[in-house]
């Protein structure tokens, strides 16, 4: 069952170190998706990518974050110099966006949970 | 996109169905009605998606009223481990920018 892929699933940095997130999408997927969980909350928004493009990213904060999704290979979540208020959870998700279909589902993977110390 | 609200927590017990409703009054015409499930330290699980009427899935009923202002997800039956927080989520078919609420935190006891 080749669903959404991230790892690692666990991060821990120290405050002004970098953070590295990593996404498999699903198998035929090439839309990319990521999201923010802080305790308790519901996910925000953070970017949205297709393969060599970053299509929409008003949800990530404009220092410190960036998103790929190269040609080849996952797409990566960073955060350079993270704070401790960037401890969250990571999802990842993906999706066809078939034309043909009616709705577009989001599959998410399990997360990546960042402490930052 | 629709606002949601959804009730903050919900009780259950094994082998009764529970429905969880969700109050969308600014719906617009070309937005869906998608629930999802999470468990604890998982992603969000898609359940079932609906526009109009009823729909029907292996794992949930979804439940629209005429004026659409409203839906009810009802999952027959519920197990232990169907506790878990569900959310309800309004937006065009072909938007990508999913809107998560605080969700429904539902616990079904033994």
């Known amino acids: 069952n080749a669903g959404v892929m991230q790892n690692p699933r666990h991060l821990v940095r120290r405050r002004g170190q970098e953070a590295r997130l990593r996404c498999s999408p699903m198998?035929?997927?090439?839309?990319v998706y990521w999201y923010r969980q802080l305790p308790e909350e519901g996910l925000k928004f953070m970017v949205y990518?297709?393969?060599?493009?970053?299509?929409?990213e008003s949800g990530m904060p404009k220092e410190r974050f960036s998103a790929e999704f190269p040609k080849e290979g996952p797409s990566i979540l960073r955060i350079q110099q993270v704070v401790r208020g960037d401890s969250a959870a990571y999802f990842c998700a993906s999706s066809s966006r078939d034309r043909g279909a009616n709705t577009d589902t989001q599959y998410f993977g399990p997360g990546t949970r960042l402490t930052v110390l | 996109l629709a606002k949601t609200t959804q009730p903050i927590s919900m009780d259950s017990y094994e082998g009764q169905e529970v429905n969880i409703t969700c109050s969308h009054n600014?719906?617009?015409?070309?937005?869906?009605i998608t629930w999802y499930q999470q468990f604890p330290s998982q992603g969000p699980r898609f359940i079932i998606q609906?526009?109009?009427t009823k729909v029907t899935n292996e794992v949930a009923s979804l439940f629209i009223p005429a004026d659409r202002k409203s839906s009810t997800l009802s999952l027959p039956r519920v197990s232990l481990s169907d506790t878990a927080v569900y959310y309800c989520l309004v937006g065009m078919d072909s938007s990508y920018k999913l809107i998560f609420g605080s969700g429904t935190r539902l616990l079904v006891r033994p």
């Open positions: 198998k035929g997927h090439s839309h």
């Open positions: 600014n719906i617009a015409t070309n937005d869906y």
């Open positions: 609906g526009y109009k």
């Open positions: 990518l297709q393969k060599e493009n970053i299509i929409d």
